[in-house]
C-alpha cells in the first residue's frame, strides 16, 4: 500500500544553491532607497540585503494564481491559497563580502497547523545557512504563514496600537515604484505588491501590500544608524499589513544592549516588530 503524503514528510528536506554576490543587485537597492549606489567588490554586504540572492525562476505555467511558485516543491503543498512572511530570527557571525562564491543550505525544520482569528494557519520553518570559503556567516530562520481567503463581508481583525516611546523614528513612504522594484530585485511575483485589483478583491487588503522583508531591512538600517555597529542578532515578526501606499514610521528605543524596534501604520497599528542585539 502506498503511503498518503502528508505534511510532516516535508519536515528535514533540504536544498544547496551557490551564487556570487555581485554588486550589482546591492547598488540597485541602494537606489532604490535613494541612497548613494556606492558598494564594490570586497565590500559587506549590508544585513539582511542578502535576500537579493539565491533567486529562483519558476517557469510561467508553474505560477500560481498569486504569481508564486507553485507548492509541493520544496515548499510543501500546503492548501491554504495565501502566502506571508510570518518573521524571522537571524545570527551574524561575519558580514557576508561582495563578489565572493557563496553557499545557502535551506532546510525545512517545522511545520504546524493552527486555528487563527480568521480561519486556519499553516506556519512553515525553514533554516537557512550562508557560508563563503567554507565558514558559516549567517543563519536565518524564516517562518512563512499560509492562510484561507477572507470570506466575503468578513471585517479585518482589529490589531493591536503600536507603542509609546520612541527615542527615534523615521517615515516611509511607499509608492508604486519601490514596490515595483524591490519585487524586481528579489524576483518576487507575488501579486499583492504591484496588482491593486488582486490584493483588494482576492485577498482582502486595503490595496498594494508593502513587503514584509524592506520593512525588516529599514528597521535593522534604523537600529544600526544609531550603533553605527553591525548586528549579531536580529528577530522580527509580522503582526498586520501594511496596505495602501499611506505612509508610515519605523520606530525604535534602546534597551540595554538591544534596541526594540517596530513599525506603526498610518492609522496607529502595530504592523511589524523587531529587536536587534549588538
Known amino acids: 500500500m502506498t ?33 548613494e549606489p556606492d ?4 565590500d559587506a554586504l549590508p544585513p539582511l ?30 492548501p491554504l491559497p495565501r502566502r506571508m512572511w510570518a518573521g524571522g530570527r537571524f545570527s551574524f557571525d561575519r558580514p557576508l563580502v561582495l563578489g565572493r562564491e557563496t553557499q545557502k543550505r535551506s532546510t525545512i525544520t517545522a511545520i ?9 494557519l499553516c ?19 524564516h517562518d512563512i504563514v499560509y492562510r484561507d481567503d477572507p470570506a466575503p ?18 517615515e516611509i513612504t511607499p509608492n508604486e515604484a519601490l514596490l515595483f522594484r524591490y519585487s524586481a530585485l528579489t524576483f518576487n511575483g507575488h501579486r499583492i505588491h504591484y496588482d491593486a485589483d488582486y490584493a483588494r478583491d482576492v485577498e482582502g487588503y486595503e490595496g498594494l501590500v508593502f513587503h514584509g522583508p524592506l520593512t525588516a531591512t529599514l528597521l535593522l538600517d534604523l537600529a544600526m544608524t544609531q550603533t553605527r555597529d553591525m548586528p549579531r542578532r536580529f528577530t522580527f515578526r509580522g503582526l ?16 540595554g544592549a538591544a534596541i526594540t524596534l517596530w513599525a506603526r501604520r498610518a492609522d496607529g497599528a502595530l504592523a511589524m516588530t523587531a529587536e536587534a542585539v549588538f
Request: proline share 9%; charged share 25%.
Open 123 to 141: 506556519f512553515v520553518t525553514v533554516r537557512h545557512v550562508l557560508s563563503q570559503g567554507g565558514l558559516d556567516l549567517l543563519t536565518e530562520e
Open 3 to 35: 503511503k498518503a503524503i502528508t505534511l510532516s514528510d516535508w519536515i528535514g528536506r533540504s536544498q544547496v544553491m551557490t551564487d556570487t554576490l555581485c554588486p550589482q543587485p546591492a547598488r540597485f537597492l541602494q537606489a532604490t532607497l535613494d541612497r
Open 39 to 42: 558598494l564594490f567588490d570586497g
Open 112 to 120: 504546524s497547523e493552527k486555528e487563527g482569528r480568521t480561519g486556519p
Open 153 to 170: 463581508g468578513m471585517p479585518a481583525p482589529t490589531p493591536r496600537q503600536a507603542p509609546q516611546g520612541a527615542e527615534f523614528a523615521r
Open 240 to 255: 498586520a499589513p501594511i496596505a495602501g501606499l499611506r505612509p508610515f514610521q519605523i520606530e525604535g528605543r534602546r534597551e
Open 49 to 78: 540585503w542578502h535576500w537579493l540572492y539565491f533567486l529562483e525562476a519558476a517557469k510561467a505555467r508553474d505560477l500560481g494564481r498569486d504569481a508564486h511558485p507553485k507548492k509541493g516543491g520544496f515548499l510543501p503543498p500546503v
